[in-house]
């Protein structure tokens, strides 16, 4: 076992677990946020997905020995203008089915609305193609972004 000492949603996080642990399970079992998902567990399906200093990261291949002084942020601590846009054209657009994914999928979003405030089809397509929905609400989250890219205009 070893000490951490993260930074988790703005708040200090003291964890003991051993070094290769990823950060999804600290996130999740140490910390006990259980908004970030375990979908894959080898980064291909996005449900773990978390910002480390603000860029969207699979937590679930990250050891917490690498996050060192990183600002981590769960979907629990979510938190601006295009998170609050993207959360509410999700509800408008009653984007989740089963909602498993829907954390990594709210993430993935924000942090393509962050970087493009008017996104293409294929810009969405590019951005999200990391997250997977076994429910296919594909078109829905397409849809809802382009809301919520709209509701940031102006």
């Known amino acids: 076992m070893a000490a951490y000492s993260l930074r988790i949603n703005g708040q200090t996080k003291n964890v003991e677990v051993l070094p290769d642990t990823p ?35 699979r937590s679930c291949q990250l050891q917490v020995s690498d996050v060192g002084n990183s600002e981590i942020t ?32 709210v993430m993935s979003a924000v942090a393509l609305l962050k970087d493009n405030k008017k996104p293409s089809n294929e810009d969405i397509d590019n951005a999200m193609s990391g997250n997977l929905c076994r429910c296919a609400t594909y078109v829905r989250i397409r849809a809802a972004i382009h809301d919520a890219a709209k509701s940031l205009e102006g």
Do not use: H, M
């Open 23 to 57: 950060l999804l399970w600290v996130i999740r079992d140490t910390v006990g946020l259980t908004g970030t998902k375990f979908g894959c567990g080898i980064a291909q399906c996005g449900a773990c997905t978390v910002f480390v200093d603000g860029n969207p990261t």
């Open 74 to 105: 769960t979907i629990e601590g979510i938190g601006g203008r295009e998170a609050q846009a993207v959360q509410k054209a999700w509800v408008a657009r009653d984007v989740p089915q089963c909602g498993y994914c829907q954390s990594g999928q």
